[in-house]
């Protein structure tokens, strides 16, 4: 398995979920999965789509600039850094932002959101 594969099609498959069907994100997180928006902490994959799903814009779109990834114990983790823009509907504006996910293999062979941190980063 190459490792900037598996990277690089999460990301274009996490933020095309996002940007189409927020609610669909669920299978990618498990009861134990931690985001962190802007601060709050939210746990568990019900929480964590609840939260996505009640933010306060119905469409966006994402603009991927970098993805960074490292092997990350226990073995098959990976963590992945993402940076960009997102664009909110009826915005003339992007915003910039940052996303750091800690993916976990599955025994089927996948890998779901062990943690998320989300970050907008002001100018």
């Known amino acids: 398995m190459d490792p900037e594969a598996v990277a690089k099609a999460f990301v274009d498959h996490y933020y095309r979920t996002f940007d189409g069907n927020r609610a669909a994100l669920a299978g ?7 985001l962190t928006f802007e601060g709050d902490k939210i746990q568990g994959a ?7 799903t009640s ?20 073995p098959g983790g990976m963590l992945v850094f993402v940076s960009g823009s ?19 293999p599955t025994p089927q062979g996948s890998f779901y959101v062990l943690n998320d941190i989300f970050r907008l980063n002001y100018a």
């Open 28 to 34: 990618l997180y498990h009861d134990a999965s931690m």
């Open 46 to 52: 019900a929480a964590i789509v609840a939260k996505l």
């Open 55 to 74: 933010l306060p814009f119905q469409q966006c779109a994402h603009a991927i600039s970098t993805v960074d990834f490292q092997p990350s114990g226990p």
């Open 86 to 104: 997102l664009q909110l509907a009826g915005e003339s504006h992007t915003l910039k932002f940052s996303q750091m996910f800690h993916l976990m």
